[in-house]
T-cell receptor, first 111, second 113 residues
């Protein structure tokens, strides 16, 4: 089955700096690559996604880049703010529309 | 519009008992998925329902079961509870299978004592 690895497991950045989280996957047939954000006490929330016919997608301070050849995609957050502190998950789509979840990255924004 | 509603929010059960959790998807969403989240194992897929039929199933024992009603509301049941079943159970809905973007509820925190 699909293997998904997410790095780093914890990331601490100064407020205002950028954060990058990387997700590698094994299934070359994957075509859909979302990122979810989970805040304390809540369920995961979709923040950005990309399909395999696009290399990059941006939404304000958040961007996702995809390298299908190398089988990895990354989440980029610029000008980080305290409300960006959360756990972030990548979840590339495997067979039969099922999302395969990474282990999560805890992002800490230092004031 | 209302989000995904899961009830109850918290639950304490004794080992050996059974439990039923409920999920009401966003209006118009026909696909409902269930996940178990624990600190050690992360998010583990349980099953997905679409049009009252189970379409996908994860690697969980038969003690875990679910169903979906004609109004798309879903329930999951865990029988003969074990201490290791203590977890946050999350429900997510989407328009249809393969449709972009799942919307999650806030989950049901189950504690087995």
């Amino acid at each position: 089955g699909e293997n998904v690895e997410q790095h780093p497991s914890t990331l601490s950045v100064q407020e205002g700096d950028s954060a990058v989280i990387k997700c590698t996957y094994s299934d070359s047939a994957s075509n859909y690559f979302p990122w979810y954000k989970q805040e304390l006490g809540k369920g995961p929330q979709l923040i950005i996604d990309i399909r395999s016919n696009v290399g990059e997608k941006k939404d304000q301070r958040i961007a996702v880049t995809l390298n299908k050849t190398a089988k990895h995609f990354s989440l980029h957050i610029t000008e980080t703010q305290p409300e960006d502190s959360a756990v972030y998950f990548c979840a590339p789509e495997g067979g039969n529309y099922q999302l395969i979840w990474g282990a999560g990255t805890k992002l800490i924004i230092k004031p | 519009k209302a989000g995904v509603t899961q009830t109850p929010r918290y639950l304490i059960k004794t080992r050996g008992q059974q439990v039923t959790l409920s999920c009401s998807p966003i209006s118009g969403h026909r696909s409902v998925s269930w996940y178990q989240q624990t600190p050690g194992q992360g998010l583990q897929f349980l099953f997905e329902y679409f049009s009252e039929t189970q379409r996908n199933k994860g690697n969980f024992p038969g003690r875990f079961s679910g169903r979906q009603f004609s109004n798309s509301r879903s329930e999951m049941n865990v029988s003969t509870l074990e201490l290791g079943d203590s977890a946050l159970y999350l429900c997510a809905s989407s328009l249809a299978m393969g449709e972009d973007g799942y919307t999650f509820g806030s989950g049901t925190r189950l504690t087995v004592v």
